[in-house]
């Protein structure tokens, strides 16, 4: 497939990475089933592991059956964590468990590379997810437990952040203002809810997102 100069991410991952021999891919799970919407599932539970331990996948969508984009309903995803519940096969190993944990699968100089192929090639329009919010988009309604939070915070914390100690030269402020200008800061609600409110630990009664991270908060502890 990709030698027919397919121009999708995989198949320009795929060229990049084959040589003579071929390409190496490596067994994730052996899934024990002839259920194909088992293998869907264990797919999604893949992304959906990985994602969250800060791996930048190819993947366009949380995975699973059905057209690219498709986004299962809450039933749909209810309905098939009871089925896969107390099911010996399939079960997604994590941390510790994991028959990957501790090993260095790749050399840290082969993640570098791959990292560096891959920048820019899903962003911005390119990335189908592109424009798409609120329930439009596949995470919508995804809540990210309190330890993948604290870990996805801590993974950007001072020099691990791209950003740390990166000073703008003169023409680069002069380029980033004159692109700011006229624009009303915060950009939005919601980015001035984060900057006064989150940011500061305030609670606002009259802020909608205020109330909606209070109702989240609540959720989460029942
Ligand atoms: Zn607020």
């Known amino acids: 497939m990709a030698q027919n100069g397919k121009k999708t991410p995989f198949a320009d991952w795929l060229r990049k990475h084959t040589d003579r021999e071929g390409v190496y891919f490596e067994s994730l799970e052996l899934v024990m089933s002839d259920d194909l919407e088992d293998l869907g599932r264990a797919e999604q539970r893949w992304i959906t592991t990985l994602r969250e331990d800060g791996h930048r996948l190819l993947n366009l969508t949380e995975g699973g059956l059905g057209p690219r984009g498709y986004v299962w309903t ?11 519940r107390g099911r010996s096969t399939g079960v ?3 941390g ?11 050399s840290d100089e082969q ?8 920048r820019g090639s899903i962003t911005g329009a390119s990335n189908p997810n592109f424009g798409k919010f609120g329930q439009e988009h ?8 309190e330890e993948t939070k604290a870990r996805l915070s801590e993974q950007k914390r001072g020099s691990n952040n791209p950003n740390f100690g990166k000073v703008m030269s003169d023409e680069e402020r002069r380029v980033r203002s ?3 200008k006229g624009r009303p800061r915060p950009s939005s609600i919601r980015s001035a809810h984060t900057r006064h409110h989150t940011n500061k630990g305030v609670f ?19």
């Open 178 to 180: 004159e692109k700011l």
């Open 111 to 118: 993640k570098a590379r791959w990292s560096e192929q891959r």
């Open 92 to 94: 997604s190993r994590r």
């Open 138 to 145: 596949p995470s919508f309604g995804h809540r990210l437990s």
């Open 96 to 106: 510790p468990d994991s028959p990957n944990w501790g090993r260095a699968i790749h």
């Open 74 to 84: 809450q039933p749909q995803r209810d309905a098939a964590a009871s089925r896969a």
């Open 204 to 222: 606002k009664e009259s802020c909608r997102h205020c109330q909606a991270d209070r109702l989240a908060a609540e959720g989460e502890r029942e």
